[in-house]
């Protein structure tokens, strides 16, 4: 699992298709067509990054992308 938003490969499960990234700080769900991101507040609410959602595809691209940029 790679973060959609930093790249970063420091994530951990935190429920059913709920990650957390130790990198960026911020969790995210894969359980639809779209990733959601999610800024974890002080009180341990959620609160979904409103402009930030990212189709499947596309995080399958930029996945691509960055396996192809560290093998050249």
Same mark, same amino acid.
């Given at each position: 699992?790679?973060?959609?938003?930093?790249?970063?490969?420091?994530i951990g %499960? &935190?429920?059913? #298709?709920?990650?957390?990234?130790?990198?960026?700080? &911020?969790?995210?769900? =894969?359980?639809?067509? %779209?990733? &959601?991101?999610? +800024?974890?507040?002080? +009180?341990? =609410?959620?609160v979904?990054?409103?402009?930030?959602?990212?189709? =499947?595809? #596309? /995080? /399958?691209? &930029? /996945?691509? #992308?960055?396996?192809?940029?560290?093998?050249e």
């Open positions: 699992m790679i973060c959609p938003v930093c790249g970063g490969r420091q %499960k &935190v429920g059913v #298709e709920q990650y957390y990234c130790w990198d960026c700080c &911020v969790e995210f769900n =894969s359980h639809t067509d %779209k990733i &959601v991101i999610y +800024d974890l507040e002080e +009180d341990g =609410s959620l979904a990054w409103e402009d930030y959602y990212i189709e =499947s595809d #596309e /995080v /399958v691209q &930029v /996945v691509d #992308e960055g396996i192809q940029a560290i093998a």
